[in-house]
């Protein structure tokens, strides 16, 4: 995982926010970075404009409340952090946020998930910052075990023949690899694919195939895949403890069911945009599996993505 030098942290100062302010600090903390806080919120109506610097205020008296107790928690004196708070009021929060990536060149954005954190999903702003944000996007939900036992699993495509697709599948498991040594020291590397024959043909269609000869499609099919897979791993150059889920399914409905039943604490994704496209359009299976996991997510996007707010 890369360096990190600028991190931006989002909230909404109107919750908990222990969760995302932990995994904030800690990253900070590890990577000696500086932090941003931002506290967005709605514009206050023109009818009670001269109470909008009082509300303000008041914002961000209650987030630096949380700050210090989450300093408490991980044993950080206030000196051994560059940690600033601001509040940014305004309409379409996630452009305000993306154009301060843009402005301000953050690479990291941290914020916790919102809504209801126990929900499966992720909602508006959330969703529109995994679309256009151009860094790395850490969404968090409240992690109950301590830290050496938190579990990262990271999902990835062998079936990458463009260079962004293979660029970014390295990225994926390098970060995740990082990442998984500060936490239980396990990686969970997930890897599924969809097979015509064994799902579809076999089931739908008279075929003059024994079962025997699709058995054997199938089984090369696999072995071709998890080839790819092994390949792709021996060039990330990661080592460690892993944990390798290498299954013919829907990925869609795979990854979000594996989590559940492992109930791993972060996911690391890839969200990969269409080729030629000047800005972030999610494909259908990455769309399918971030409306179903329950955990925290850290989303990359490939190192050409260009976000659509930029000018």
């Known amino acids: 995982m890369q360096n990190f030098h600028n991190i931006l942290y989002v909230s909404h100062a109107t919750g908990d926010e222990s969760a995302g302010l932990l995994q904030a600090l800690a990253v900070a903390r590890n990577n000696g970075a500086a932090v941003k806080v931002l506290v967005v919120c709605p514009a206050v109506p023109e009818e009670f404009e001269e109470f909008s610097q009082v509300c303000m205020d008041a914002l961000v008296t209650r987030v630096q409340d949380s700050v210090a107790e989450v300093r408490e928690q991980l044993n950080l004196a206030e000196e051994q952090l560059n940690l600033e708070v601001e509040a940014d009021c305004g309409s379409r929060p996630a452009e305000r946020v993306i154009q301060r990536v843009l402005s301000e060149d953050y690479d990291l954005v941290i914020k916790n998930v919102e809504g209801r954190t126990q929900r499966k999903g992720f909602k508006a702003m959330d969703m529109e910052l995994l679309r256009k944000c151009p860094c790395p996007v850490w969404l968090c939900r409240p992690i109950s075990r301590s830290h050496r036992e938190i579990d990262v699993a990271v999902a990835v495509d062998p079936e990458c023949e463009e260079a962004s697709a293979y660029d970014l599948a390295i990225r994926l498991l390098r970060w995740a690899r990082a990442l998984a040594d500060t936490c ?128």
């Not at 039943?261 to 990969?272: A, C, F, N, Q």
């Not at 030629?276 to 999610?282: Q, S």
């Open 184 to 311: 239980s020291g396990e990686l969970h590397l997930i890897s599924c694919w969809d097979y015509d024959v064994d799902e579809y043909l076999r089931h739908n269609f008279p075929l003059s195939a024994s079962d025997e000869e699709l058995d054997r499609a199938t089984e090369a099919a696999r072995a071709k895949h998890r080839s790819k897979l092994d390949v792709l791993i021996q060039a990330s150059g990661i080592g460690g403890e892993m944990d390798v889920h290498h299954a013919i399914a829907r990925p869609d409905r795979f990854i979000p069911l594996l989590i559940d039943e492992e109930k791993y604490d972060i996911l690391v994704m890839g969200t990969v945009g269409r080729t030629g496209i000047p800005g972030f359009i999610m494909g259908n299976t990455a769309e399918n599996i971030l409306q179903k996991v329950s955990c925290s997510l850290l989303a990359l996007k490939p190192s050409d993505f260009i976000s659509p707010l930029k000018t």
